[in-house]
């Protein structure tokens, strides 16, 4: 779930410069603001009534693979913990992390249940070649490379939590009941602690340089990866084609 990101989220303070977690969000805050205008497009858009259902059908088709994902890093991160700090580390995480991710995508097809959308008809959705892009780079970088990836991966995609106003603000142009914005409301409560996380995990954890690179790479190309999702489904959407 998203919010329009803010231009300044990756700013700090000169004190905190060198914190692994601040260079990443450096990193971040340079593909925010297309992700941002792309946040826009959905959310400001004139025919949000018939968009909003699409968009929460291509956040399902994202989210229902996080626990997977988390599942298949930790079992990676625990083979290569014993002779790797780092791996460890994200393997701890992961195993909190996962249970605090559950049935998240439940939540949404409830939501969309609440807006006449039967839950057969999202899972018979064949999701994009982007989306699946999206979750099967992690995969790959998780399985073939590192798990730190995903802590990549986690720092951008739960970095931008949805504001009460935003979640208001929809309700009010919609006219759709609170109780389809369960997963909005949620996610808007809970990222925000989950992504203070991330920052201190990261920070904890003994980088090496190649460590710091593989995090940027990974949450810049989630970040673009996303914005490119929400972009083909405004397109799409503007061409009768969802």
Same mark, same amino acid.
């Given at each position: ?23 990443? =969000? ?7 603001? +297309?992700? %941002?205008?792309?946040?826009? =497009? ?30 298949? %890093?930790?079992? &990676? ?17 992961? =195993? ?39 979750? %099967? ?21 739960? $970095? ?5 106003? !935003? ?7 919609? $006219? ?9 409301? +949620? ?13 201190? &995990?990261?920070?904890? !954890? ?16 989630? $970040? ?9 489904? +405004?397109?799409?959407?503007?061409? %009768?084609?969802?």
């Amino acid at each position: 779930m998203s919010s329009v990101p803010r231009t300044d989220v990756a700013r700090a303070g000169s004190s905190r410069a060198l914190r692994p977690s601040v260079r990443l =969000r450096g990193k971040i805050a340079l593909v925010a603001p +297309v992700f %941002g205008k792309a946040c826009e =497009r959905v959310f400001r858009h004139p025919r949000i009534v018939d968009l909003l259902p699409e968009y929460l059908i291509e956040i399902h088709a994202i989210i229902r693979s996080t626990t997977p994902l988390m599942e298949a %890093g930790i079992a &990676t991160a625990e083979a290569m913990a014993p002779a790797d700090p780092v791996a460890a580390g994200v393997a701890a995480y992961l =195993r909190r992390h996962v249970e605090e991710e559950q049935l998240h995508d439940e939540w949404l097809l409830e939501d969309l249940e609440v807006l006449g959308v039967p839950r057969w008809t999202v899972l018979d959705r064949l999701p994009t070649a982007t989306v699946a892009s999206l979750a %099967g780079a992690q995969y790959y970088w998780a399985l073939h490379y590192h798990p730190i990836t995903l802590l990549g991966y986690f720092a951008f995609s739960e $970095g931008f939590p949805p504001s009460a106003a !935003l979640v208001e603000e929809l309700i009010e142009r919609t $006219g759709f009941p609170r109780s389809a914005f369960r997963s909005f409301v +949620v996610h808007g409560e809970l990222d925000p602690g989950h992504l203070e996380e991330i920052d201190r &995990t990261i920070d904890e !954890l003994p980088l090496a340089p190649g460590h710091e690179a593989a995090l940027g790479v990974s949450a810049m190309t989630t $970040g673009r990866l996303l914005t490119s999702a929400l972009v083909e489904l +405004v397109e799409d959407f503007d061409a %009768g084609q969802r």
